[in-house]
C-alpha cells in the first residue's frame, strides 16, 4: 500500500496508508497510552486514554480509532491532553479497590503504570466505592469485578480470537460488567487468553493466584511440551524446596510463533513438574520389589547387564523405546546410543504421524514444508481430517487469524463437523475412512471420485472444488493422520502441482517430529536415511548396522520370545499406551526413564528419575518442522535429564563418551551443568558464557555438543544457530532429507489427546484434572454461533 | 416453549424484514415478556436458539435494556416519571404517595401479584405532567387523586 | 390521546393533519396525503436532495444538521443496500413531540421515508419506535399495513416501477438508542452500544450498508418541502432553519403543550404568551430550551431567537424542542442531580469517562443535595464535569456534561447555600430523605 506521511510531536513519520495513528505513532518511538486498544482485536475506542490532538479537529481524538491521513499534524503530548488522561486514570481509580499490595497484577498492571505517569493519586471521591465479591468462574479463571477497567479485551479475545465467545458484557452504565457464559461460570475452552490479556488483575488465574510477585519470579523463555505445535512460553520460576519451582507460564513478549497465544495446556499444564509422584531417586528392583539406590549404583547396574548382554548375544539382544517428548539432541543420541554403543537397529518410538512417507513423497521436490508462520500467513489452507481445534490449538488459532486477519480462504475436508468449519470458506464432510481416495481425487486421480461422491457432494461439486484449489497459488494444505503411507504422496502431489503450495503433516506431542527427524526407527538414520545405505552417518560412525533392526510390536514380541535380553525405555509408557501385557517382559531386563512411576516403570528392573523438557536444554521440532529452542527453566532436585543418562550408561558399559558427544576440546569434565543441587553454579558458568557470546558446551553432558552434530549430519538442519540460541525458530525442510520409507500404517497410533488430555503428563497436572472433573459436574455444552 | 399464534405470526413475519436473523431480538424479546409475564430462562433458551445466538449474547441484551426484566413483575406495573418536566409539576410527590399506597418501593411487587411499581425516566409526556404509564397505558396530568383513581381501576380488573 | 393545544402564533405544517383522524388512509389522502411521494417518484433524485437543502430543513433529532447534505453522503453506487432510518427513539426528558405526530400523522413519516429512500437510491426503510410507545406502535403498523394494502409500499409503488419496503421496529427502554450509531445497533438486535465514526452511517450503517437516519419529525416535514416548496418552507423561518418546529412546553407554565411555531421564535414570548407564563405568577428561574442535554439559560437570557444558530450564540443548544421551564421555588442542586440521575442511569457503559463521570457525579450531588457537601465538592463538580466534555465516545457524556456545568456557575450560589450541613433550602419539610436511586 501506499505510504502516508504524518508529523508527530514535529516528526516526520512514514506509515503504509491505512495505518492506525496509534501504531504510527509506536513505529516512531512515541508511546500512546491505551487500555482497550489491542492490535489485531477489533477497535473499541472505549478508555479513551489515547486521545491526541489532530489539527484541524476541535475535539481530541483517540489514536487508537483514526487512520493516519497525508499531511496529519498531530500531537501526543500537551497541556490538555495530559489533563484528559489524567482524568480519565482519576475516574478509573474512582471505583478501583486499590488493592495492588495484594493484587496477582501488581506489578504488571497496566493501571498502575498510568497512574505512575499521570500523578493521578489524590482521591478527588470521597464517596463509598461500588464493591462486589471475587468470583471463581473455573479452575482457571478468577474474577474481581471492582478492578475491572472494561477494556473488553477478555471479550474480544475469547471471541474473536478463540472463536469461544464465553465472555459478555451484562448491564449497562455503571452496572457493566464483564459476564461468563453459564451464569456464574464458564463453560469454555480454559485457555487463560482473557486472564493474559487483561490489563488489570480483574481475571486472575487459579494456577497462579496469590502464589507469588512478578519480580520474586525469573523469566526462562522456552517450548511448551505438551502438543507438536511448539508455542514459546515464557515461564517464571521461583526457588523452592525442592529445586526451582514452575509458577507461571505466558507469552507476554508476544515473540515466537505463537504471538501471546498459549492454550490451557501451555499456559497452566507444567505443573505435573511438581506433582509429588515425581521420582526423586532411582529405584532397582531388589527382591522383586523396586527399592531407593544411588545413581552410582543404578548406572553400574545397567552398564555392567547392557555390556554382558552385547559381549554375550549381541546388541540385536537389546530393544529402545524413545520418546516423543525429549528434545532432538537426545533422540539422537539415544539413536546413536543404539547404534554405536549398543550396535542395533532396535530403535522405534510411539509414531503418530507419518513422516517417513512424507520425507519420501518430498525427496527431490522443492522445499514445500509450510512453517506455522506460514499458516498464519497464507492466502488459503486446505485442511483435511484431524481436528486442530482440540489437538492443535496454535495451528487452529493462527488458522482462524489467518481468516480474520487476512480474509484467508479455507477449506476444510472431514469425516466430522469440526469447529474450524466455522471459519471454512468451504466445508465438505466425506466419509470416515475416504480421506486417502479424497487425497488421490486431489491429486488428479479421477476413479477415486466415487469413494467420495455422496448424496450431499456430487461429482461437479468435487470437481469444482479441485479447480478451485488448483487456482489457490501458497495454498498450505494441512492434513492429519488419517492421511498415511502412499496416500501421502497424493498430498505431495497436489501440493507440488499448485504454485508455491506448502504441506503440513500434523503428528502429537511435543517431539514427534523432532522424533522422526532424528531417526528413532528401526529402518531410518536421522534425517530419513536408509540404515541399509551407506552415507555420512557410516562414515562418521563407522559401527552402524546396516539390517533394520525391530520395530516397536516387534520387540515386545521378542521380548516375549525371549529373543531380547534387555529393553531401554526413554521417556515412553508403551506398557499402557499399547495396551501391552506387562507379563512380556518378564524375561528382559528393563530400564526405564521416566518422571513418574508409569505402567511400564512399575514392571522396570531400574527405573531412572528423569528430568522434564522444562528441566532441561536442547531443542524442539515442531509439527511444521519448526526448530526451536528449549531451555531449562523448572528444577526438581534428585532428577537428571536423559541426555546426561544415556551418556552415564554409555560410560558404565565402558564405551569412550567422547566418541558418543563430540564435547568442547580437551575439557573433560562435567562442569556440573546438569547436577541437581549444585546446578546454581553451572548455571552462573552458562550464564557467563552466554554473556560472551560462547556457548557451554565444555561437559559431555552438553546437548549443544550434539546439536553441533545434528546441525552438521542432519539434511534441513544446517539453520542459522545463532536464531535458535536467540530463542527465534527456525524451519527445518523435509524436501533435502533422505529417501524417507513407506512404513506399515498400523503402526501409526494418533494420541487422540483432546484441549485437556496431554497423555502421562495431562494425568499429573492438577490443572488440567480439576478442568476435567469440572467439566462432567455440568451438562454438555452446546455450540455457539459466531458473530 | 409455546408462544400464541399471535405471536408466532407476527414473529416469522418479521424474520422476513431484516437480512440478519439477530434483528428481531429486542422487539422480540419486549413481544414474548409481555406474554410470559418476564424473561425466564426458558424463554431465553427459547429465543437463543431461534436466532442461533448464545443465552449470554440474549442476557446480555436483555440487561441493556430497561423496559426488559428477568424477574417476574407484578400484573399491573406502575411506572411513575420523576424526570425533569414531571419533577417540577409533582412527579416525586406521586412516586411517594405510590409507594405508600402500594407499600413497596422501587421495583417492588405487591405481595398479591397485583402491582409492581417503578420510577422511570422521561416517557415522553412531558407537556402532560407530571405522567405514568400503567403496563403500556399512559396517565397524564396526574394529581394524587386521580393516580388513586387509576389505580382502583386496575385493581378492580 | 394526549391533548391537542393551540396559539395563534403557531403555524401548522407537520402538525397541520394533528386531531383529523388522519390515520385513516382515507382520510389522510383526502389531506393531500401521498402527493408528495408521487411528485418524488417523478423527479431526479438529485433534485429532491437540493430541494430538501435549499428549504433549510436541519434535523429535528437534536443536532440540527443540514438534512439535504446529509442525504447528499449517501454514495450513488453501493454494493451493499441503503437504508432509510426514522428514529422515534424520542427519550430526551422534555420532549413528546414525535410521539404526536406518530399518534395523528403516521402516514406523514411513512412518506418521508419513501421520500427520502427515492432521494437517496435506497428501497428500504424503517420506523425505530421506542418500546415505552406500544400504542403508537401499533398505530403505526397499521398504517404501514394500509399504505401496502394501497400499492403505496412494495414493489412497484404508485405504479412507478420504483420498488420500497417499509418496516416497524420497536425497542425495548433506552434512552442511548436513540444516539445514530447506537440505534443502528439495536435495530441489528445487539446492546446499544454506539459505532466508532468514521465512517459515518451515510457511508456504513445498517448491515454495512449506507444508510440516512432521521428524527420522525424531520422527516414528517419531508413532503410538505416538496409540496410547499423549499422557498415557502425555507422563509418560514430565519436564514438557514427552514420551516417550523413542534416546541413542547412543559415545567412551571400555565398552558403547557406541543406547539408549532416558526423557527426563530422568541423564546420569552414562547414562555409567556403561547406557554401562559409562570404558573402560580411565579418568577422564573432557569429554562431548559431544547432537552435536559442543553445548557441552561437564566430568566435573563431568555430574549432569543429559537433557532440553531442563535441558540448556539447564546452558549446553548436548540436541541430537539423540549422547553423545561423552571421556577423560582426550584432547588437548582436537585434539578441538577435528577438530570445527573437520568444520565446515569441511561449510560451505556462502554467509555470510562461517561460511565465514571456520570456515576460520580450522581453520587457527589446526592450527598451534596442532603447536606453532606463540602466546598471542594462544588469546584470538583465542575471540574469532573470538564474532564467528561468532548472526551467521550458519543454525544451522551457532554449531554450530561454540559447541563451541569452551566447549573453550576450560573447557580453557584445556591450549590453554596447547601453547604455546612445546611438543609436544602428549597425543601418544603426541610430536610429530605436520600432520593430514590434507579438501579
Ligand atoms: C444520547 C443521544 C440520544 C439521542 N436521542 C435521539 C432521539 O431520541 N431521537 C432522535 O431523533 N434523535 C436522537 N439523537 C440524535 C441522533 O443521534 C441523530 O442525530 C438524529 O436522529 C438525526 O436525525 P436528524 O438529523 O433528523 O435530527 C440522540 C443523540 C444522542 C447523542
Ligand atoms: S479461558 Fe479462554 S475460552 Fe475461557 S473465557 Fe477465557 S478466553 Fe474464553
Ligand atoms: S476483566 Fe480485564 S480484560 Fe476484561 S474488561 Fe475487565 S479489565 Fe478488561
Ligand atoms: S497449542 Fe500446543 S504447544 Fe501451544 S500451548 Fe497448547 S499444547 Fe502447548
Ligand atoms: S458517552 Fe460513552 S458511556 Fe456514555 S453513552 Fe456514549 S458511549 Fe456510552
Ligand atoms: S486505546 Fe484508544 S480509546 Fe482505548
Ligand atoms: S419528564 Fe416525565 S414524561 Fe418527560
Redesign the pocket.
Known sequence: MADVNITVDGKKVTAPAGTLLIEACKSAGIEVPSFCYYPNLSLQGACRMCLVKVEKMPKLQTACTTVIGEGMIVSTDTPEIHQARKGMVELLLGNHPLDCPVCDAGGECELQDMTFSYGAAESKYIDAKNHKEEQQ??P??FFDRPRCILCYR?VR??GE??D?W??GVQNRGVSSIIA?NQDDH?D????????DICPVGA?TSGAYRYKTRPWEMKHVGTTCTHCADGCKTTLGVRRSDTGMEIVRGDNRDKSGINGDFLC?KGRYAFDFAHHEDRLTQPLIRKDGRLTPATWEEAFELIGKRFREICDQVGGHAIGVFGSNRTTNEENYLLQKFARVVLETNNIDHHRTADFPALAAALTGKPEITASMRDVFNAPAILLIGNDPTEQHPLLAWQIRNNVRLHRARLYVINSQPIKLRRQAASFIQIPEGSEGKLAAFLAGEDAAIDAITTEEVSRAAWITLRDKLRGEPNLVVVFGAEIRGADIASVAKLTASIQGAKVVCLGDYANSRGAADMGLYPDLLPGYHRVADTGKFHEEWATVPRAPGLTLPEMVEGAKAGSLKALYVVGANPVEQFTIDPFSFSNSFVVVQDMFLTETAVIADVVLPAANAYEKSGTFTNTCGDLQLVKKAGEVTGTKSDFEMIVRIAGAMGFDVRRLVPFGRGVGTDMGQSRGAQSGEADRHAVWLEANGLEPKMSSFDPMAILDEIQRLVPGYDVSRMNILAGNDQHTTLSSSGPGALHDSKLIMPAQDNLFSSGTLGRYSRTLNSVIENRHKQPAETEVAAD | MKFSDQFEARFSDMLTHYPTKRSVLVPTLLYAQDEVGYLSPDVIHEIAQRLDLTELEVSNVISYYSMLTTKPRGKFNVQVCTNIACMLRGGEELLDHCKTKLGIGHKGTTPDGTFSLEEVECIGACSWAPAAQVNYDFHENLTVEKMDKVLDEYRKN | MADLVSHPDEVKVVSKRFGKSATNIDRYLELDGYKAVQKALGMQPDAIVNLVKDSGLRGRGGAGFNTGMKWSFVPKQSPKPKYILCNGDESEPGTCKDRLIFEHDPHSVIEGVVIAGIATGSHAGYIYIRGEYRYLLEIMQKAIKDAYARGFLGKNIFGSGYDFEVYWHGGAGAYEVGEESALMESLEGKRGIPRIRPPFPAVVGLWGGPTVINNAETLASVPHILLGGAEWFAKLGPPKNGGTRLFCLSGHLNRPGVYELPMGYNLKKMIYEVGGGISGGRKLKAVVPGGSSCPVLTADEIDVSMDFDSMMKAGTMLGSGGVVVVDETTCMVNFALRIMKFYQHESCGWCIPCREGTDWLKKTLTRFHHGGGVKKDIDNIQYLSENMLGRTFCPLGDAAAMPTISIVKKFRKEFEDHLEGKPCPFEKAGVTEPAAVLA
Not at chain 1, 189 to 195: A, F, L, S, T, V
Open positions: 468462574w473455573s482457571v479463571v477478555c479475545v475469547c480470537g478463540m469461544v464465553a465472555l461468563p464458564l469454555c475452552e480454559e485457555c487463560g487468553m482473557c486472564i481475571l490451557i
